[in-house]
């Protein structure tokens, strides 16, 4: 199912049929393939989290490997405990990963307190690789994931470090105080983000009616990317399947563009496919490609 970016005249324009997505990279044997970092918590559950960033990279064809910032207990129906790592032990397995075996993108999640994420922002500065952040507020259930005294490190600290931020509305909101309700407003919204320095903002519109519309600027080009909507609940760990899909497709050597909307359109697969798994929401399917 090709996603394609929509003209940029204009938030209403439909996608064109063309794609710009490009299919898995084969690897010659005995070559070690791209390398991808993520740095981000643990989803008990295994439907978010570094559980679901490293079943995607495995997905996109690229070694996937983990710093581990939280512990939580979370099921299909929410998140029933966290327990952050700390400092010391984030900052020694990013270096242990890092040093020795290096990155080619690095992919951040769930950074619970400013601790952890001026740390995170501090060891990403001093990396030579793309960044995608996925400024994770709260998650699917509604369960608060980031600190409040953590706001001001996130906008400061760690957005000037991303090639590219990846929130949803309500972290916009979060993050801005900007409230989207519709896409016209989804420019303002943007330009708020990129305000704290991302290279390029993506800004999920996946909590409005009709079609799944996300928009992908740097301030000066935009793309409207557009997919059909799925009727089906099953939708956790879309924003970090999402944000790791994109850091795949960095780490590969793709532009920006060509990652995200590769990225869109295996979340989109992902969603339409999603299962139920236990007795909430479960999981969108990571492996949709290969059933």
């Known amino acids: 199912m090709p996603i394609s970016p929509a003209s940029p005249a204009s938030p209403a324009s439909p996608a064109s049929p063309a794609s710009l997505a490009s299919p898995v990279p084969s690897v010659p044997p005995g070559r070690a393939p791209a390398r991808v970092l993520t740095v981000a918590g643990s989803d008990s559950g295994g439907g978010a989290g570094i559980q679901a ?20 207990a979370q099921n299909s129906r929410g998140v029933q405990g966290a327990w952050e790592l700390p400092v010391e032990a984030v900052r020694a397995q990013y270096r242990s990963v890092v040093d020795d075996i290096g990155v080619q993108a690095v992919k951040t999640g769930m950074l619970s307190s400013a ?5 995170v922002a501090e060891l990403l500065a001093g990396t030579a690789a793309p960044v995608v952040v996925d400024p994770v507020g709260v998650s699917k259930h509604g369960d608060p994931l980031l600190a409040a005294s953590a706001l001001d490190s996130v906008q400061k600290r760690l957005l000037p470090t991303a090639t590219v931020a990846t929130p949803n509305l309500d972290e916009v909101t979060q993050l801005t105080g900007v409230e989207v309700r519709d896409e016209s407003e989804m420019r303002r919204a943007a330009d708020a983000v990129l305000t704290f320095g991302p290279h390029w903002v ?36 879309t924003g970090c399947t999402l944000a790791s899909a994109i850091a795949a497709g960095l780490g590969t050597g793709q532009g920006v563009l060509e990652a995200v909307v590769a990225a ?4 989109t697969g992902a969603i339409a496919a999603g299962f139920a798994l236990g007795g909430g929401i479960g999981p969108v399917d990571h492996a949709w490609r290969f059933r």
Do not use: Q
């Open 202 to 237: 993506l800004i999920k519109g996946g909590h409005l009616a009709g079609d799944a519309v996300d928009l992908l600027t740097d301030g000066s080009e935009e793309h409207w990317l557009r997919a059909p909507r799925h009727d089906n609940r099953h939708t956790h760990g």
């Open 264 to 267: 869109k359109e295996y979340v």
């Open 115 to 119: 601790a952890l994420v001026e740390t």
């Open 53 to 72: 960033d490293l079943k995607t990279m495995l997905a996109f064809g690229v070694h996937g490997m983990s710093v581990l910032t939280a512990v939580t």
